[in-house]
């Protein structure tokens, strides 16, 4: 790569793009984003920021990325409509459809849809990419690439799919952040100070996770090892399955991705 554009400035941009001048330092990185405050943020990355959409931010550029929010995304693209040529667009906008964003961007048919996560901010990202068969090698590989700057990426073989990444990993960090809410107050509950209880269940999960990654044994065999018939694990386990608490988050989920179809529909309505 040797160009990227994105459109939009904020948190999930700014991460990628330092992602990017990690991994290649010679890319040249233009952002266009309206709001100064956004802009002088950007400054500190080392990218070339427009405040609007140019063909001199577009221009020879391998992937133009769609990093505003999804309620902005159609005016967006009419900005940027006439400064294209073909360019691959690579989108990170939750809900959108490829169908919408061709739409907008008057037929224009070389889209990659992705959905990406906030641990995206320290490098230790998550992304979903679909890219469509008509895609060439080349372009899926930019995507990929482009997307590999904050974290791992797997590809889903369908645009529908990605609904179900949203659900799983793109809202998941907030169902990690909700647990770990609800084990700092169970730790204060039991006696912890603040201080103590933030480093017991941190240093629990980060562990946890650590260990279900390196294990080739599956979680429900971990979680067994942990417990022992009638002790202080199984008492915890109890309550936990009599409160119906796996099959909420099982359900979550499928709200997640249901809601997620339901956005796309309404933009393309």
């Not at 427009?50 to 995304?73: I, N």
Request: hydrophobic fraction near 50%.
């Amino acid at each position: 790569m040797k160009k990227i554009c994105f459109v939009g400035g904020g948190n999930m941009a700014s991460a990628m793009l330092a992602g990017l001048r990690r991994e290649h330092p010679a890319l040249s990185c233009h952002v266009i984003e309206p709001f100064a405050p956004a802009r002088e943020k950007l400054a500190a990355l080392d990218v070339v920021v427009h405040a609007e959409a140019s063909r001199e931010a577009v221009a020879g550029a391998d992937a133009v990325v769609l990093a505003v929010k999804p309620q902005m995304l159609k005016q967006a693209c009419a900005e940027l409509l006439p400064h294209l040529h073909g360019e691959l667009i690579v989108s990170i906008a939750a809900g959108t459809r490829s169908a919408s964003i061709t739409r907008w961007l008057g037929g224009h048919v070389r889209i990659v849809r992705t959905m990406p996560n906030t641990p995206a901010l320290i490098g230790q990202g998550i992304t979903g990419l679909f890219a469509p068969p008509s895609l060439s090698p080349a372009d899926v590989t930019t995507a990929t690439e482009l997307m590999r700057s904050t974290g791992a990426v797997v590809r889903v073989e369908s645009e529908a799919m990605i609904d179900a990444v949203t659900a799983v990993s793109g809202s998941g960090p907030a169902y990690v952040f909700h647990w770990i809410e609800s084990m700092l107050a169970a730790a204060k509950g039991v006696g912890f100070n603040d201080a103590d209880a933030r480093t017991l269940v941190l240093a629990t999960l980060k562990g946890a996770t650590a260990l279900a990654a390196a294990s080739d044994e599956s979680p429900a065999v971990l979680r067994e090892r942990v417990t022992s018939k009638g002790g202080t694990t199984a008492a915890a386990l109890a309550v936990i399955n009599e409160r119906g608490v796996q099959q909420a988050l099982i359900d979550a989920v499928r709200a997640a991705r249901d809601r997620g179809a339901e956005l796309g529909a309404m933009a393309d309505d």
